[in-house]
């Protein structure tokens, strides 16, 4: 893809949350159809939270054109054709996929998740949190307290206890990578939560690649700017939607298959050996402050 690809004509739409990929007009690009693998995760499993669809689905075909096998996590049964379509596209790839429905948004559904990932693939190499949640609200006054805390329980604490669940399966040369956003570096006024959130999750990233560098395992983050993913009809109302992205300089939203390399630089310790504790961010040409 060329800087100027991807979609700027986006219709009004909306659909119910957690939104599908097959009602989304027009169908993001998110099977890494013109990618090729070198082998830079041959013999690495990989989870991958959120993988049934957007940037997970992306990253989850990049990773097994990569080599590695692959396990998604996804949220709901509205989701079981998206999640195995990605598994098709992941064994298309001659590689296996573990697909496990969970909510993340409490305990018990992370440690079980990455339980059934580490038994299916016969252990973990890579973690890739990506799960995401978010409610747009108007008025700051319209916020509620259960919105802000579920919101934290799904983009921060499922990102912890996933994390620790994980930990006693990761060795030396594994990788953590996390998903923060645009919004966690600069703010949202409509995203306050998500906003909140996914600043934490740039801190939690800060935090564990010093506490986890004696293990040798690496901790990253990938904060995109707008991806046009099932998130975004399933949570913003039509008109929103049908403006979306245009606020990047490039005028536009990315396609997930433009987020996945960034994954795959942080996964493969050939690219990224002597990256710990590092945030990429595609954002479409936006300059950050500072």
């Known amino acids: 893809m060329t800087p ?4 700027t004509d986006i219709p009004a739409q909306e659909q119910p949350y957690p939104g599908v990929t097959e009602a989304m007009e027009p169908r993001p690009r998110d099977a890494m159809a013109d990618y090729t693998g070198s082998g830079l995760l041959a013999g690495r499993r990989a989870l991958i939270t959120g993988g049934d669809s957007g940037i997970g689905r992306a990253v989850a075909v990049a990773f097994a054109k990569e080599g590695a096998d692959v396990a998604i996590g996804y949220l709901s049964e509205a989701e079981d054709e998206d999640a195995a379509h990605t598994a098709r596209l992941v064994e298309a790839e001659g590689r296996r996929c573990i697909v496990h429905r969970a909510d993340l948004s409490s305990e018990e559904p992370c440690r079980t998740l990455v339980a059934a990932a580490a038994e299916g693939l016969s252990g973990l190499d890579l ?29 921060v604490h499922s990102y912890f206890w996933t994390t620790k669940a994980a930990l006693p399966h990761l060795r030396k040369g594994s990788a953590i990578i996390n998903t923060s ?24 990233t800060y935090a564990l690649s010093q506490a986890l560098r004696e293990r040798g395992i690496r901790v990253n983050c990938v904060a995109p700017g707008p991806v046009w993913t099932p998130l975004i009809p399933a949570t913003f109302p039509a008109e929103r939607v049908a403006s979306f992205g245009e606020q990047a300089p490039m005028g536009r939203a990315a ?36």
């Open 4 to 7: 100027t690809t991807g979609h």
């Open 127 to 155: 973690l890739v949190n990506n799960c995401a949640y978010q409610e747009p609200v108007e008025d700051f006054a319209d916020l509620d307290s259960e919105t802000w805390e579920h919101t934290f329980r799904v983009n």
């Open 181 to 204: 956003s645009i919004n966690g570096l600069r703010g949202n006024a409509t995203l306050i939560d998500y906003s909140a959130s996914k600043g934490a999750v740039l801190a939690l």
């Open 255 to 290: 396609e997930p298959d433009e987020i996945a390399p960034s994954y795959v630089f942080f996964a493969a310790e050939r690219l990224s050996s002597y990256y710990t504790g590092e945030v990429l961010t595609p954002i479409g040409g936006e300059t950050l402050p500072g």
